[in-house]
């Protein structure tokens, strides 16, 4: 059997981790040989490959990034994208193609698979923790860990120098990172793009945390936005940093965290389910579970069919965000 791996979309630490364990089991238990595609499905589409063996894998486990590279490339947006896929995967005798990444890259591997027969079996992964089918994707964890560092540090000198410190960390379109990294961190306010906000009220949780004679910490996830809908040009972070020193005459300064939360060695636990997703995705594919991808059901790694990565985010609880607020203010 002949494999090819890929990594694709934003990078995420544990990345290596999937690619090492994938390798491992993959030459160690059935003897198959595999091919690593540079830059996601760039990589497929051109044949610029990478060779992929036990040796090639030795070390990388804590390694953050890919050493596969990774790319937003689309097959389905280029001319003869797809058909350039096949000839290559022939040309290379691919029996099979394990797909690493979020909802962009896992979606043309449905679609790859349900449209055109190609054989892949799919790994979530995004930092953002946002994918419906799996409870968690690995990445997550060592993002928050960064975040939950930023806040305890900012902690100390928002106190000494008695000012508002906001810190935005990266979720477009979901909260996960702010409110977990917001809780761990002891945040005085969390701010998420699934719920609109109110400046009146952050405004009068920071007046109620001076009163209470500590500098309050607002953490806001990169896509939350005000409730009136007033327009927010560039870092929401920045933005709110301006509108609560203009309506509460306190200094406030903003962190943008950033790329920071998705660079540097993984988690114990990211490198734990990453590892273990690699595991079973070579399972899958020993299976011939074509167009399914791997998730994590409680402590069980499941299958899914591939279209449930991209069927719907998995956005926060209304009632999980609700418990956060007994220590906003
Ligand atoms: O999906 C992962 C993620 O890090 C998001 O949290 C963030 O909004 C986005 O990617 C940033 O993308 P890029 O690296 O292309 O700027």
């Not at 990078?11 to 238990?29: F, H, S, T, Y």
């Not at 449209?115 to 994918?131: A, Q, R």
């Not at 400046?199 to 949780?205: E, G, I, N, R, S």
């Not at 402590?299 to 591939?306: A, D």
């Amino acid at each position: 059997m002949h494999v090819g791996v890929l990594t694709g979309g934003g990078d995420c630490p544990g990345l290596n981790a999937v690619i090492r364990a994938v390798v491992r089991k993959g030459v160690q238990e059935h003897g198959w040989s595999f091919t690593g595609f540079r830059d996601g499905w760039r990589g497929v589409v051109e044949g610029d490959t990478v060779p992929l063996d036990v040796r090639a894998v030795r070390g990388i486990l804590p390694r953050g990034g890919t050493v596969l590279g990774s790319s937003r490339t689309d097959p389905f947006v280029l001319p003869d994208g797809v058909r350039r896929i096949g000839e290559q995967l022939a040309k290379l005798r691919t029996d099979a193609l394990i797909a690493i990444g979020g909802r962009g890259t896992l979606g043309i591997a449905a679609r790859l698979h349900a449209e055109h027969g190609v054989p892949c079996v799919g790994v979530p992964k995004t930092i953002d923790n946002d994918l419906s089918a799996t409870d968690w994707t690995f990445g997550f964890d060592t993002a928050v860990g960064i975040a939950t560092e930023a806040i305890d540090r900012l902690h100390t000198t928002a106190d000494s120098h008695r000012r508002v410190l906001v810190v935005e960390v990266m979720g477009r379109h979901t909260g996960w990172i702010a409110l977990h990294a917001g809780l761990a961190g002891g945040a005085n306010v969390i701010l998420v793009p699934e719920q609109r906000f109110d400046l009146d009220q952050v405004c009068a949780w920071v007046a109620s945390r001076f009163e209470a004679t500590y500098a309050p910490i607002l953490v806001v996830a990169e896509g939350a936005r005000p409730r009136d809908g007033a327009p927010v040009q560039g870092s929401v972070g920045v933005w709110l940093a301006d509108a609560i020193e203009r309506r509460t005459g306190k200094e406030a300064r903003t962190t943008v965290l950033g790329h920071v939360q998705r660079g540097g060695s993984p988690s114990a636990f990211d490198r734990w389910l990453a590892t273990r997703f690699g595991l079973h995705a070579v399972d899958a594919v020993r299976d011939g579970a074509h167009g399914t991808m791997v998730a994590l059901r409680g402590t069980r790694v499941v299958r899914v069919p591939l279209s449930a990565a991209t069927d719907r985010l998995k956005a926060v609880d209304p009632a999980l965000y609700a418990e956060a607020g007994v220590f906003f203010g």
